[in-house]
């Protein structure tokens, strides 16, 4: 789509007729004036001189032609003030959003049965599946990592726009496959890493969700927790699990001592929040919180390409006016 930038210039193309019409006309010589004792022999070489040029072209339709070509020239000057442009189609780039690294342990505790539908108990790990599954569904704007953690810590998904992916990593894991201790420690500062390489500094989330302690890995909390406030990362901390105990099948699973203390300081120093998850309900209604915490921008900029065409005009323009010197010096002075 072709425009000009300054329409409103076009409306120059009336000055000269304004400075032709404006403007006194000479009308000859008034007053006095130096006396020439050799002015008749001036004129008569100045007859010779239109007739040997112009004998054979009327001096109106002459005057006619050289006013068109000074408009031209006029025109065309007029018409790269105004800048011409060609815009291309517009499309809309999306505002940057938040990337949100997702850090579920998944040791063998995770398999206490004591969350439940209306219909029958659960354990905390599908009872995580289900609610986080449905999270990752409403950041539709926004890329999502995912780390698993228990003896050790497994980046299973870089930061990634495709949620299915990620869902569906999320929803074929195991309790146990990371080994049956807890390395929070461990996977907080896989999880810093991969956003520290990051360039969307500001929108940085991790959401942290574990129902025990700290009880193996290279990295304490208390150097996890250092690292977290060094690099300015907002940490989002949920621990999940009733207050009591309870055994949902006939093999015996070892209860995790949640610490919440390590839990709700990791989350102040990086000006994050603390939840604790005692049911599914709950646990819906903390990453309902999280969500809303964490608005998603729906707002996008609008692209066009534009591509500057005054150029054509003016070398148009410099054309014609290097051709008025290759025109007799009598034609221009007529």
């Known amino acids: 789509m072709n425009h000009f930038a300054y329409p409103f210039m076009f409306w120059l193309l009336a000055l000269p007729f304004v400075i032709y019409f404006i403007l006194p006309k000479a009308r000859g010589l008034h007053g006095e004036a130096l006396r020439v004792p050799f002015i008749d022999d001036l004129k008569n070489i100045k007859t010779r001189a239109e007739k040997t040029y112009f004998s054979t072209i009327n001096r109106t339709v002459l005057f006619s032609l050289k006013f068109l070509y000074c408009f031209i020239l006029w025109s065309l000057v007029v018409a790269a003030a105004a800048r011409p442009q060609f815009v291309g189609e517009p499309f809309r780039l999306k505002a940057e959003n938040r990337d949100i690294m997702l850090v579920v342990d998944i040791s063998n505790s995770m398999l206490q049965p004591d969350f439940s539908t209306r219909e029958r108990r659960i354990d905390r790990l599908s009872a995580v599946k289900a609610v986080v599954s449905s999270f990752i569904d409403n950041r539709t704007e926004d890329r999502i990592g995912l780390i698993l953690f228990g003896t050790r810590a497994y980046l299973q998904a870089p930061l990634t726009f495709d949620k299915k992916a990620v869902q569906e990593i999320l929803l074929n894991t195991d309790a146990g496959m990371a080994g049956n201790s807890t390395s929070i420690g461990d996977a907080l500062g896989i999880a810093l890493k991969n956003l520290k390489d990051e360039k969307n500094k500001d929108n940085k989330v991790i959401i942290l969700l574990t129902d025990g302690e700290n009880n193996d890995g290279s990295l304490s909390m208390a150097q996890s927790i250092d690292l977290a406030e060094k690099e300015g ?102």
Do not use: C, M, W
């Not at 809303?292 to 609008?302: A, F, G, K, R, T």
């Open 233 to 334: 990362i907002k940490v989002y901390t949920v621990g999940v699990g009733a207050d009591a105990s309870f055994l949902g099948s006939l093999f015996s699973i070892r209860n995790n001592e949640l610490d919440e203390t390590s839990l709700k300081e990791l989350a102040k120093r990086t000006k994050g929040n603390y939840f604790r998850a005692k049911n599914l309900t709950g646990l819906a209604n903390i990453y309902q919180k999280i969500d809303s915490l964490e608005p998603q921008s729906n707002d996008s900029n609008v692209i066009q390409e534009v591509k500057e065409l005054f150029y054509v005009p003016l070398l148009i323009a410099l054309v014609l006016a290097a051709l008025l010197l290759f025109l007799p010096r009598s034609y221009l002075n007529d």
